[in-house]
């Protein structure tokens, strides 16, 4: 009888224990999902990960729905093949939805995401969906405001997160999702914060198994300065990595593109080409003489030289004034010569022909008149111009910065001519000096250290792990001994030793691409084939 008891009470324990379910542990991560522990990324089992990839353009800026023309599946071979592990992959929303229809997806963008998805799954590469172009306007360049001031389309775009989050919740192929490509808030960094933390939360009723990729705003319209947080908005969430871009220094990874409005930005590295962050304008060479007003031929204009005493002028910058001008001044062929504490010319600091505008930018304080390119010259058949302001104004070149040596004296000189300027005119040549507490440092490795090394402390103080989301060298870097090879790969390199994951943008587009050409897929005899190689290479790590 007891034995028959006994047995009884033991079925009844097996059947109690496999009905009992242990409470799940909410922060372990599924097996193949990734997951942020502190500053880095793990994968299921704790295994510390590196993304380390591409980005796939996507012809955002196209506006098309599905971009046909920008890869297919022989271009996730190729990723695979370069040792990449990531694709970071712009979404635009029209992708899912149209402003006539608006909170209705479409059925072609979830198949052409699932499409992407299997060929990633097929190659191992993780995708990071990035909502490159949301609803209210692309962000980059200032031109999305109706993100900000439109409370409908940030509605949308909260919308469409929740359900491709919930579409790709048991979808580990995904690394995570980006939730905004370069904010630009129109008022301030606590506007990004709201929206981000709105699609967070939106996010996180239905997914919680993702990583949140989340940028800086890269600025606030009309205000550069960064916050005490480098503009990376606090969203309270447990499973975020802090995404940033790099592209630094700017004259340099853009120079010679048209739409970016800059000339020759020198190579990498070069020690005689200084770069400077956190900067505001000091004091200039006021006592330089104007230029006579009516009308004048070309004439041999010469500054007054100045010596330099103030420790806080750090900076020397060239600058062309027109002030009240009038008519048209023309500027050509300037130089800045500097002397020694003895009075004695040392060497000439900037010799300029003037003949391009590239690096030279207008302003003037009521936005009257304007400055650029003239057609006609001292030396040759091209000048810089100002012409028609009724207030202080002036053409700057940052690109052409220098540091000043204190006790040492400097000289702007040049080439002038006037047309019709007014009796008030106050045109000239002058030097403008600015101002950073920060270290000014020279074109090399140490001078990227030094601007990436500002994330990484940030990173650490805020535990959270960093992605370099975009960095790339325009295609220009690549010729004429520019040196784009030795950026790319300092850039990797420190990446590496800071344990950042990064993106190298881009795969297929014309300016910054690995494959070049518009409109057709990937050709392998149209690339860049020293950077692949050089990508493929250094990934290997």
């Given at each position: 009888m007891k034995l028959y008891i006994s047995l009884i009470l033991f079925v009844m324990f097996l059947a109690i224990a496999g009905c009992r379910k242990e409470k799940p542990d909410e922060n372990k991560a599924e097996p193949d999902f990734l997951k942020t522990s502190g500053t880095t990324i793990v994968d299921g089992s704790g295994q510390n990960v590196l993304l380390k990839g591409v980005a796939f353009g996507n012809e955002v800026w196209s506006d098309q729905e599905i971009p046909a023309t920008h890869h297919n599946e022989a271009d996730f071979a190729r990723v695979k093949a370069m040792n990449m592990n990531v694709i970071r992959f712009y979404l635009n929303y029209r992708t899912f939805e149209s402003d006539a229809n608006p909170f209705s997806y479409k059925q072609s963008g979830w198949d052409w995401i699932d499409k992407n998805i299997a060929w990633a799954r097929k190659y191992d590469i993780r995708l990071i969906l990035n909502m490159h172009a949301p609803q209210g306007g692309y962000q980059s360049q200032g031109t999305g405001d109706a993100l900000w001031t439109n409370m409908v389309n940030q509605d949308r775009l909260v919308a469409l997160w929740k359900a491709i989050a919930a579409r790709y919740a048991d979808e580990p192929q995904i690394a995570g999702l980006g939730i905004l490509n370069e904010p630009v808030p129109t008022a301030s960094v606590q506007q990004w914060q709201q929206l981000a933390q709105r699609i967070t939360d939106s996010i996180r009723k239905v997914n919680p198994k993702h990583i949140l990729f989340i940028e800086k705003a890269i600025y606030i319209k009309g205000n550069y300065a960064e916050d005490e947080n480098l503009n990376f908005p606090l969203v309270n969430d447990n499973n975020q990595v802090a995404e940033f871009h790099f592209y630094e220094p700017h004259s340099y990874t853009h120079q010679l593109f048209d739409w970016a409005g800059l000339g020759d930005g020198g190579a990498y590295p070069d020690t005689n080409i200084i770069t400077f962050t956190n900067h505001s304008w000091y004091s200039a060479t006021f006592s330089n003489p104007s230029f006579p007003s009516g009308n004048s031929p070309w004439i041999w204009y010469e500054g007054v030289r100045f010596r330099i005493?103030?420790?806080?002028?750090?900076?020397?910058?060239?600058?062309?004034?027109?002030?009240?001008?009038?008519?048209?001044?023309?500027?050509?062929?300037?130089?800045?010569?500097?002397?020694?504490?003895?009075?004695?010319?040392?060497?000439?600091?900037?010799?300029?022909?003037?003949?391009e505008p590239g690096g030279w930018y207008y302003w003037s304080s009521n936005g009257s008149g304007e400055g650029g390119l003239a057609w006609e010259g001292h030396s040759n058949g091209q000048s810089l111009f100002i012409s028609g302001a009724d207030s202080d104004c002036n053409l700057?070149?940052?690109?052409?910065?220098?540091?000043?040596?204190?006790?040492?004296?400097?000289?702007?000189?040049?080439?002038?001519?006037?047309?019709?300027?007014?009796?008030?005119?106050?045109?000239?040549?002058?030097?403008?000096?600015?101002?950073?507490?920060?270290?000014?440092?020279?074109?090399?490795?140490?001078?990227?250290?030094?601007?990436?090394?500002?994330?990484?402390?940030?990173?650490?103080?805020?535990?959270?792990?960093?992605?370099?989301?975009?960095?790339?060298?325009?295609?220009?870097?690549?010729?004429?001994?520019?040196?784009?090879?030795?950026?790319?790969?300092?850039?990797?390199?420190?990446a590496y030793l800071n344990n950042i994951s990064f993106c190298y943008h881009a795969y297929h587009e014309d300016s910054f691409g690995l494959y070049y050409g518009y409109g057709s897929l990937p050709d392998p005899n149209h690339k860049n084939r020293l950077l692949i190689e050089l990508l493929t290479n250094k990934l290997s790590n």
């Open positions: 005493s103030d420790p806080k002028m750090n900076i020397a910058i060239p600058a062309l004034v027109g002030a009240q001008v009038g008519g048209t001044v023309w500027f050509d062929d300037l130089v800045i010569k500097e002397y020694n504490q003895a009075g004695f010319f040392t060497r000439d600091v900037i010799s300029l022909s003037l003949d700057s070149n940052y690109t052409a910065a220098f540091i000043p040596k204190q006790g040492y004296s400097y000289q702007i000189s040049g080439w002038m001519k006037g047309e019709q300027l007014a009796e008030a005119s106050s045109c000239k040549m002058r030097i403008d000096f600015l101002s950073t507490p920060d270290p000014v440092l020279s074109r090399n490795q140490q001078m990227l250290a030094s601007r990436l090394g500002k994330y990484k402390e940030w990173s650490e103080t805020r535990q959270l792990p960093l992605f370099l989301g975009e960095f790339g060298a325009g295609m220009y870097c690549f010729i004429n001994n520019k040196g784009g090879l030795n950026w790319v790969g300092d850039v990797i390199d420190l």
